[in-house]
């Protein structure tokens, strides 16, 4: 047999919209994005420790060893501003080169980029790293004359030890307007809510939500990790927020542990926030082992009906098996079980009219 030797072509040698945009401006002076009035959201103890983490520094010893190294994460974490430069670019190093086979790298290590104010923000960009590489840097145009909110949403599975913000020089630089919702609203559970498989980081549900409702979050899923913990129900239970959303069902291992541990993460969460929204949902992949998948749901259904029972006005459930919607539910994850971007969406238009009443009672 003859061998033909042919020259292997990248894809964006054959079509330029694959090309990663390169930064060839030289007018460019860049700021890190610890600095003011550049503000970073998503990331409690941001200002005091100026470290890209989840979770405070002074407690992280109290949690399981997966979940301090999760925690350098930044899902639900983005910093905000007002400008009136053309273009924005970023230089980041992440924390790690990593890539998973089922989630793209723009959701795991890339950052997008929104315009926009309050509930009008509309995604312009995404800029991720070649694959193998920990510090890149891309920019991002815009025909929008005069001074734009712009809101850019940091890595979902990876961390970020460094990143710098760069504009036009001469451009005006201002602090974006506060928040619709003054407190931010807090999202714990699983590899699902920690925004896997997201394509990028706008798209996981938490992060669609935020848009929606014009508010701040606190995105504290952690994946395969988040198991119902005394620790961090006391932990999420001392945050000043403005809703609850507690979403762990999938990564507890069997029955007997939900049945343990999720009424009593309710309590501690609820005895210390006596008229806080708590939302409570059930995994979405209901369809995946439905025996199974219906004795959690009443597992957790009874903590909410203990709760409305003792007088609880402030208590909301959500049945998983209808967040991925009736048609095509099986077009909703890219292994059966992570959701993708359709199913993310579809998790949204669910839980949107339920954290919206719960917000404006």
């Given at each position: 047999?003859r061998w033909?030797k042919?020259?292997?072509k990248?894809?964006e040698?054959?079509?330029?919209?694959f090309?990663?945009?390169?930064i060839y401006?030289?007018?460019i002076?860049y700021?890190?994005?610890?600095?003011?009035?550049y503000?970073?959201?998503?990331?409690?103890c941001?200002?005091?420790?100026?470290?890209y983490?989840r979770?405070p520094?002074?407690?992280?010893?109290?949690?399981s060893?997966?979940v301090?190294?999760?925690?350098?994460?930044?899902?639900?974490?983005?910093?905000?501003?007002?400008?009136d430069?053309p273009?924005?670019?970023i230089?980041?190093?992440i924390?790690?080169?990593?890539?998973?086979s089922?989630?793209?790298r723009?959701?795991?290590?890339?950052f997008?980029?929104?315009?926009?104010?309050?509930?009008?923000?509309?995604?312009?960009?995404?800029?991720?790293?070649?694959?193998?590489?920990?510090?890149f840097?891309?920019?991002?145009?815009t025909k929008?004359?005069?001074m734009?909110?712009?809101?850019?949403?940091?890595?979902?599975?990876?961390?970020?030890k460094?990143?710098l913000?760069?504009?036009?020089e001469?451009?005006?630089l201002e602090?974006?307007?506060?928040?619709s919702i003054e407190?931010?609203?807090v999202?714990y559970?699983?590899?699902?809510t920690h925004?896997?498989?997201?394509?990028?980081?706008?798209?996981?549900?938490p992060?669609?939500?935020?848009?929606?409702?014009d508010?701040g979050?606190?995105?504290?899923?952690?994946?395969?990790?988040?198991k119902?913990?005394?620790?961090?129900?006391?932990?999420i239970?001392?945050?000043?927020?403005?809703a609850?959303v507690?979403d762990?069902?999938?990564n507890?291992?069997?029955?007997?542990?939900?049945?343990?541990?999720?009424?009593?993460f309710?309590?501690i969460v609820?005895?210390?926030?006596k008229?806080?929204?708590?939302?409570?949902?059930t995994?979405?992949?209901?369809d995946?082992?439905?025996?199974?998948?219906?004795?959690?749901?009443?597992?957790?259904?009874?903590?909410?009906?203990?709760?409305?029972n003792?007088?609880?006005?402030?208590?909301?459930?959500i049945?998983g098996?209808?967040?991925f919607?009736?048609?095509?539910?099986?077009?909703?994850?890219?292994?059966?079980?992570?959701?993708?971007?359709?199913?993310?969406m579809?998790?949204?238009?669910t839980i949107?009219?339920v954290?919206?009443?719960?917000l404006?009672?």
């Open positions: 047999m033909i042919t020259k292997v990248r894809i040698d054959i079509d330029k919209n090309k990663s945009r390169g401006e030289n007018n002076v700021m890190d994005a610890l600095e003011s009035p503000e970073i959201y998503g990331l409690p941001i200002k005091e420790e100026r470290l983490c979770l520094q002074s407690s992280l010893k109290r949690f060893e997966s301090q190294y999760l925690a350098w994460n930044t899902t639900g974490a983005r910093v905000r501003f007002m400008t430069s273009f924005v670019s230089k980041a190093e924390r790690t080169a990593d890539d998973m089922h989630m793209p723009s959701g795991m290590s890339g997008d980029m929104y315009i926009g104010s309050k509930e009008n923000k509309k995604f312009i960009n995404s800029i991720m790293p070649e694959s193998g590489v920990t510090c840097e891309g920019i991002t145009y929008e004359k005069g734009k909110e712009w809101t850019i949403n940091f890595p979902l599975y990876n961390g970020i460094k990143l913000i760069g504009l036009k001469g451009s005006n602090k974006a307007p506060a928040y407190k931010p609203i999202f559970g699983s590899s699902i925004g896997g498989c997201a394509s990028r980081p706008g798209n996981s549900y992060n669609i939500l935020s848009r929606w409702l508010a979050i606190y995105n504290l899923g952690f994946s395969g990790s988040a119902g913990e005394t620790e961090m129900a006391e932990y239970a001392g945050l000043n927020m403005s609850f507690l762990y069902d999938h507890a291992p069997d029955i007997s542990h939900l049945s343990n541990t999720h009424e009593r309710y309590k609820r005895d210390a926030n008229k806080l929204p708590i939302i409570i949902i995994k979405p992949d209901f995946s082992d439905i025996e199974e998948n219906k004795k959690r749901r009443e597992v957790i259904y009874n903590t909410y009906k203990n709760a409305i003792s007088g609880d006005d402030f208590v909301y459930f049945d098996e209808k967040l919607g009736k048609r095509d539910r099986d077009s909703c994850t890219v292994d059966g079980c992570h959701p993708n971007d359709l199913g993310f579809r998790m949204a238009d949107f009219p954290l919206k009443k719960a404006l009672k």
